[in-house]
């Protein structure tokens, strides 16, 4: 690869990872927002190499303009990078995620639930009040859950689901909630469902995983949140 091309490649890049972190939310579809004052420095960084490059190239070499089709051809994965920038994970990774066992929490640890209405409430919060608290708070308590829809393998159930990350999407897995007595929306689609916490019968976990349940009584269709994972 020519100086030229490198540097072409570096500053376009630079370019595209400032736009999508210091001008836009789409940084939030690949890491946590945590990770926007790095990736806004790493664009810099990049777009300053790839400048400086060009400027000492043309200083060193005067009228020899070869290659340069070739470069900008090179930059294409760049533009598409831009261009078409692939959406957060959605169903297709959800249905594929075998979530590790979260970590059993103090029963202590769960906040009283105030209010008489429905609470809003985390995805990974429900999962662990449902199998970790000891006191029962979910007890005949409305709670408004907001993710989007993956269908289960069981006929016309579906999971309200949010994927949850360390630091990117790379690490992501399935938080999923299955909800019973409404009809499922399609795939993908964000909502907030609206239930009851339906109490599990069995006394020891069994083995395999297995979902907490909602009785859902109210739904309503959301726009995608601009932070998608929790």
Request: proline share 9%; charged share 15%; aromatic share 10%.
């Amino acid at each position: 690869m020519s100086r030229v091309t490198q540097s072409l490649v570096l500053a376009l890049l630079g370019g595209v990872v400032l736009w999508i972190s210091g001008f836009s939310t789409s940084y939030l579809n690949y890491v946590k927002p945590g990770f926007r004052p790095f990736l806004v420095g790493a664009g810099v960084v990049l777009v300053v190499l790839g400048v400086a490059g060009l400027f000492t190239k043309r200083k060193h070499d005067h009228g020899h303009g070869h290659g340069h089709g070739v470069a900008w051809l090179l930059c294409l994965p760049v533009f598409a990078i831009l261009l078409v920038a692939p959406p957060a994970l959605g169903s297709f990774a959800a249905a594929r995620s075998q979530a590790p066992a979260l970590p059993k929490r103090d029963p202590g640890a769960f906040a009283p639930l105030a209010g008489g209405g429905p609470v809003d409430m985390p995805i990974g919060e429900f999962i662990g009040r449902a199998w970790d608290d000891d006191k029962k708070s979910l007890t005949g308590r409305a709670v408004r859950l907001t993710g989007f829809v993956v269908p289960a393998r069981r006929g016309g159930e579906w999971y309200v689901t949010r994927m949850q990350i360390a630091c990117c999407a790379a690490d992501a897995f399935a938080l999923k909630v299955l909800v019973k007595g409404i009809k499922a929306p399609p795939r993908d689609t964000w909502v907030e469902v609206t239930g009851t916490w339906v109490p599990h019968t069995f006394g020891k976990m069994p083995n395999g995983l297995i979902y907490p349940e909602l009785a859902g009584t109210r739904l309503a269709r959301v726009p995608a949140p601009a932070e998608p994972y929790e």
